[in-house]
């Protein structure tokens, strides 16, 4: 017994020295992995100098979401990966190649959203929208993941801005969803555009057409390239699109989907064209047009950049996908959407100078002397703000030379000067930069005053919510409302 106690001792004592070993081990500095401070690749910041055309991109989207009645919506970045790969299809090579996808801590098999459509439509089956008029409008924006080979216009994170409506199979929705997409762009200032319209029928018209385009496929496998001899049997209709040499030939007197449509599909695909026409939008037909993903029904649509230089990019696309509903198990619904790329736009806006947003530009500097005035500068700049001005400062400075010399960078109209008696008495300079001209204002009047002045000399004063809070910055711009 007393040995077997021992024994038992001694066993405890060798785990515990064991575990305090192995705990030592952990301990031990691990070799510290170089530290790359980089974004990954195909991936960037969005600097501060870069942000007024992302904004101009997100006035413009979000006033026409509004205008044209879409309601938003923000989901979240992961989703279950059969949501995808369920809705946009097993062939793509969006799901084939191009997902982030790994297995979360707690087993689940999750992937970064290379799309918007197919989270929206869990939301919309999740939050039973089908009880909502029809149709319902959704705008949603934010990025976008696909592992592709980077290139010029071509990131693994990228932003989308993307509108879909559900519930309204008629085509004047089609041309609407297109005509919306055409506003976004020339709000932008992108004119030069082109609009690629093509149908790819419904279901059942699409498989005698696949069955056809197949066969003829098939007597051209030879000439096809390797992913495309792959893509003739899960998605042969995405050999149409290819953009090697070769098979843009054998593409080039395949058989034509809009050839091959069923009655239903072919009234609305006529329907569309009359209603693009009526709207007198800038479209031609693309029979090769197919789109990457597999949810696609009836209309499909791009619109690329009109570059005089050859170089052409597809801005946005989208279409119908009357099926996706139902097959992510929700009720049968038609609906129609698309994307836009925002990096695509913002090349496109600064290739042909189009404006980006101008923040509106303070008109009053704050300056302050002494450790009091300092004190009572910050209540003041923010009774100011309260009150719908835009006041510029530059608080870390303390001599008023340099403060002065600040507010001549920035072009102010007045400049509001707190020195220790002005604190004291509760008063404020107001400097007239223009003219030099300085009068001494109690501090409870000097809103009215302000505004009163700014008014005078044509100045907007801004409403709250209005400025940017980068009115620090120099910016030298008015503020641009072409949204
Ligand atoms: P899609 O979802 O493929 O229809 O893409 C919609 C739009 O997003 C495209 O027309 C492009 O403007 C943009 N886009 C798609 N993939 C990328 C990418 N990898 N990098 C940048 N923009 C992209």
Request: proline share 4%; glycine share 8%.
């Amino acid at each position: 017994m007393v040995k077997s106690k021992k024994k038992k001792k001694m066993a405890g004592k060798k785990t515990i020295e064991k575990k305090s070993k192995k705990f030592k081990a952990a301990e031990k500095p691990k070799e510290r992995e170089e530290l790359l401070l980089q974004p990954l690749r195909g991936m960037k910041d969005i600097l501060p100098a870069d942000q007024p055309y992302w904004d101009q991109v997100r006035r413009v989207s979000e006033k026409l979401s509004r205008d044209y009645g879409f309601a938003r919506i923000d989901l979240p970045l992961l989703e279950y990966t059969n949501l995808f790969s369920r809705g946009i299809g097993e062939g793509t090579d969006v799901i084939e190649k191009e997902m982030y996808s790994f297995l979360t801590r707690g087993g689940d098999k999750v992937s970064l959203r290379p799309e918007m459509t197919a989270g929206i439509c869990r939301a919309y089956i999740q939050h039973g929208m089908n009880m909502l008029s029809k149709p319902v409008k959704l705008f949603s924006t934010g990025p976008a993941y696909r592992y592709e080979r980077p290139q010029e216009g071509r990131y693994r994170e990228h932003y989308q801005v993307n509108y879909d409506a559900f519930g309204e199979q008629d085509a004047i929705l089609d041309a609407q969803i297109i005509q919306v997409a055409l506003r976004v762009v020339q709000n932008l200032g992108i004119k030069a555009i082109q609009i690629q319209v093509n149908s790819i029928g419904c279901p059942t018209c699409r498989k005698e057409y696949r069955e056809l385009l197949v066969n003829y496929l098939e007597s051209k496998k030879n000439k096809l390239c390797q992913d495309c001899k792959r893509r003739m049997e899960f998605n042969p209709l995405r050999t149409l699109d290819c953009k090697e040499d070769k098979c843009c030939q054998v593409g080039a007197t395949a058989p034509q989907s809009i050839d091959h449509l069923c009655e239903e599909c072919r009234t609305h695909f006529k329907n569309l064209l009359e209603y693009l026409d009526e709207l007198n939008l800038p479209y031609t037909i693309n029979p090769h047009l197919v789109r990457g993903l597999d949810y696609y029904t009836k209309t499909v649509f791009e619109i690329w950049s009109g570059q005089e230089d050859g170089r052409k990019y597809s801005l946005g696309g989208g279409g119908r996908y009357d099926g996706l509903m139902k097959t992510l198990g929700g009720e049968d619904t038609p609906a129609v959407g698309f994307a836009l790329g925002v990096e695509r736009l913002i090349g496109e806006m600064k290739r042909v100078q189009a404006k980006p947003y101008k923040y509106p530009k303070a008109k009053v500097f704050l300056a302050q002397l002494g450790d009091f005035a300092k004190k009572k500068s910050l209540g003041l700049f923010s009774e100011l703000e309260k009150n719908g001005i835009l006041v510029a400062e530059s608080f870390g400075r303390g001599s008023l030379k340099s403060q002065l010399k600040v507010a001549d960078r920035l072009g102010v109209e007045i400049t509001l000067i707190l020195g220790q008696k002005e604190a004291l008495d509760q008063t404020v300079i107001v400097k007239n930069m223009k003219t030099g001209v300085q009068e001494i204002v109690s501090a409870d009047k000097l809103v009215d005053l302000i505004k009163k002045k700014l008014k005078a000399d044509n100045v907007i004063v801004y409403h709250n919510g209005e400025g940017n809070g980068n009115n620090h910055s120099g910016n030298n711009g008015e503020n641009n409302n072409n949204v």
